[in-house]
């Protein structure tokens, strides 16, 4: 089970950050992305991050804005977003990632509920 939080209503330029609690399942063994849908939008990936932590991907939307981390012993992932800008407000999901290109909805197998995010101008 995945639980995200940490959304919010920000302004423009403000910072948040998002939280993905992990549990029954040792998702330590599994690489974590974070994704967001906006309404009447396909959910498009946002970042990722190994297993172990090494390895980092972003979207070029959100490259350095946005850092992904993850704190093992807490079972825990994190996106931290600063610099927020209006169309960064979406709903925003973590995954757990079963297989295949990082970037695609398909690679992950189990999702969160969402949490809002809304950035205003």
């Known amino acids: 089970q995945l639980v995200e939080s940490g959304g919010g209503l920000v302004q423009a330029g403000e910072s948040l950050r998002l939280s993905c609690a992990a549990s029954g399942r040792t998702f330590n063994y599994y690489g974590m992305g974070w994704f967001r849908q906006a309404p009447g939008k396909e959910r498009e990936f946002v970042a990722h991050i190994s297993s172990s932590g090494d390895r980092i991907y972003y979207a070029d939307s959100v490259k350095g804005r946005f850092t992904i981390s993850r704190d093992s012993a807490k079972n825990t992932v994190y996106l931290q977003m600063n610099s927020l800008k209006p169309e960064d407000s979406a709903v925003y999901f973590c995954?757990?990632?079963?297989?295949?290109?990082?970037?695609?909805?398909?690679?992950?197998?189990?999702w969160g509920q969402g949490t809002q995010v809304t950035v205003s101008s």
């Open positions: 995954g757990s990632h079963s297989g295949g290109f990082y970037s695609y909805v398909s690679a992950y197998d189990y």
